[in-house]
């Protein structure tokens, strides 16, 4: 009789040992599962941080170098670019923020001086960013999937193209 009672406890701790061991593999790969769409939804959230930065810096940008006629969007050595004109002790200087090589650079240089997109200064890694004229003095501002308006007391309006350099051959003034 002892016998077969060891023999029916053996099945009872091998059933025990299965149901734990499904147990925790299912566990387990609810864990990995949620993990991954943590990871998801955080580099989502994050990418979408980036984009409102970069809205963010540029809005303030804009709002704090803007004057009457100095705002514009344009080329820099045919990248699209958002321009500011500003005149310093008689001498004409601008700036220009655009997207180069997954970056969001500024550059700001005497008028009239060649440069090239590498010479800004990087100001945060970015997929894209673009800018357009929305009509009414408005400027549309995009990064990524977000796009913000502005609008500038300049109005806009006055294309300004800066050509190969910073504003050398081919630039429009």
Known sequence: MKAKATGK????????LILFSVFALSVL???????????NMTDITREGQDERTILAYIWTRVKNGDKEGNVNVGEFCGI????????????????VIY?????????????????????????MKSGSLSFEEA???????????I??????????????GVGP???GEGAET
């Not at 009509?135 to 999937?145: E, N, P, R």
Request: hydrophobic letters at 40%; charged letters at 20%; glycine letters at 14%.
């Open 29 to 39: 790969m609810v864990l990995m599962l949620g993990a991954k769409v943590y990871k």
């Open 147 to 160: 796009s913000l308006l502005l609008s500038p007391r300049s109005g806009s309006g006055n294309s300004g």
């Open 80 to 95: 699209n670019a958002l321009c500011f004109d500003e005149e310093y002790d008689g001498t004409l200087y601008r700036t």
């Open 165 to 167: 350099g910073f504003g």
């Open 9 to 16: 406890n053996k099945m009872d701790t091998v059933f025990v």
């Open 99 to 123: 997207h180069y090589d997954g970056w969001v650079y500024e550059l700001f240089a005497e008028a009239g001086i060649d440069f090239w997109p590498i010479d800004g200064v990087r100001v």
């Open 135 to 145: 009509g009414y003095g408005l400027i549309k501002v995009s990064a990524g999937s």
